[in-house]
């Protein structure tokens, strides 16, 4: 069976990780979509390639070697699985008399990255934990609260073990993945842009590392992401309309 293009980028090197950007609940719905707008002499070669690429059976024989999820990509998992979900948000609502809506959105995403979570725990087990990880993001808007950002990461990491922490590249949230690289949570630094932000971000987890080492916390189950931004920042962001505003004239080689 012919290879995808991402099954030979794999091939390039031993250390390469290809990770899926949207919660796994959503992967066969993506894929069926996909499909539909193939040409018909190819959907059943393409068939079997997104079944390699993930495979909901069979998670542990996926390419896609973890998941990166956020609150908008969530979204998309009540959109695809409607009925279901509005049974989880009346039960929750049930369980829970006079929620208000934070608390309720809130208790909706984390259901949502349990089960994603579970679903990719055979990939973490597989390998030892080193790949299989499901990203959780802490509430963006708390950027720069540090006790909220905690609050929520421990709260999410709680679901299960596989789940690494999205914490923001501000200076509260390099505080906050100190913190959490000290009692072994996975972290995912996200945004960076710049190699400030990706020095403290080193900083912050070097110092988190030697005081989880003194404290004798296990960290056989944890690791280390940077999400660097670039495109987001530049030909996708602002980078381009801050030079203009100074009278920069900025060409696709210097973004």
């Given at each position: 069976?012919?290879k995808?293009?991402?099954e030979?980028?794999?091939?390039?090197?031993?250390?390469l990780?290809?990770?899926?950007?949207?919660?796994?609940?959503?992967?066969?719905?993506?894929?069926?979509?996909?499909?539909?707008k193939?040409?018909?002499?190819?959907?059943?070669?393409?068939?079997?390639?997104?079944?390699?690429?993930?495979?909901?059976?069979?998670?542990?024989?996926?390419?896609?070697?973890?998941?990166?999820?956020?609150?908008?990509?969530?979204?998309?998992?009540?959109?695809?699985?409607?009925?279901?979900?509005?049974?989880?948000?009346?039960?929750?609502?049930?369980?829970?008399?006079?929620?208000?809506?934070?608390?309720?959105?809130?208790?909706?995403?984390?259901?949502?990255?349990?089960?994603?979570?579970?679903?990719?725990?055979?990939?973490?087990?597989?390998?030892?934990?080193?790949?299989?990880y499901?990203?959780g993001?802490?509430?963006?808007?708390?950027?720069?609260?540090?006790?909220?950002?905690?609050?929520?990461?421990?709260?999410?990491?709680?679901?299960?073990?596989?789940?690494?922490i999205?914490?923001?590249?501000?200076?509260?949230?390099?505080?906050?993945?100190?913190?959490?690289?000290?009692?072994?949570?996975?972290?995912?630094n996200?945004?960076?842009?710049?190699?400030?932000?990706?020095?403290?971000?080193?900083?912050?987890?070097?110092?988190?590392?030697?005081?989880?080492?003194?404290?004798?916390?296990?960290?056989?189950?944890?690791?280390?992401?940077?999400?660097?931004?670039?495109?987001?920042?530049?030909?996708?962001?602002?980078?381009?309309?801050?030079?203009?505003?100074?009278?920069?004239?900025?060409?696709?080689?210097?973004?």
């Amino acid at each position: 069976m012919k290879k995808s293009p991402l099954e030979r980028l794999m091939e390039t090197h031993p250390g390469l990780e290809i990770w899926w950007d949207s919660s796994p609940l959503i992967y066969n719905s993506w894929a069926e979509g996909l499909l539909k707008k193939a040409p018909p002499n190819r959907i059943e070669e393409l068939r079997e390639q997104l079944r390699r690429l993930y495979d909901p059976n069979h998670p542990e024989k996926a390419l896609f070697r973890g998941v990166t999820t956020n609150p908008p990509l969530s979204l998309n998992v009540i959109k695809t699985h409607e009925s279901a979900m509005t049974r989880l948000v009346d039960g929750l609502i049930e369980k829970n008399p006079g929620i208000n809506k934070e608390r309720l959105f809130w208790l909706t995403y984390k259901e949502i990255v349990r089960r994603g979570a579970e679903m990719y725990f055979g990939v973490f087990e597989r390998s030892q934990y080193r790949y299989g990880y499901l990203s959780g993001q802490v509430d963006p808007r708390n950027l720069t609260d540090k006790e909220k950002m905690i609050s929520q990461a421990l709260e999410l990491a709680g679901l299960s073990p596989n789940v690494m922490i999205k914490v923001p590249g501000s200076k509260e949230g390099y505080e906050v993945i100190k913190v959490l690289t000290s009692k072994g949570i996975s972290t995912n630094n996200t945004l960076t842009f710049v190699l400030p932000q990706l020095m403290a971000c080193a900083k912050a987890v070097k110092e988190g590392v030697e005081i989880a080492k003194r404290n004798g916390v296990d960290l056989t189950r944890w690791r280390s992401v940077i999400t660097h931004m670039t495109a987001r920042y530049g030909d996708l962001g602002d980078m381009l309309k801050e030079a203009e505003s100074l009278g920069i004239e900025l060409s696709g080689a210097d973004v």
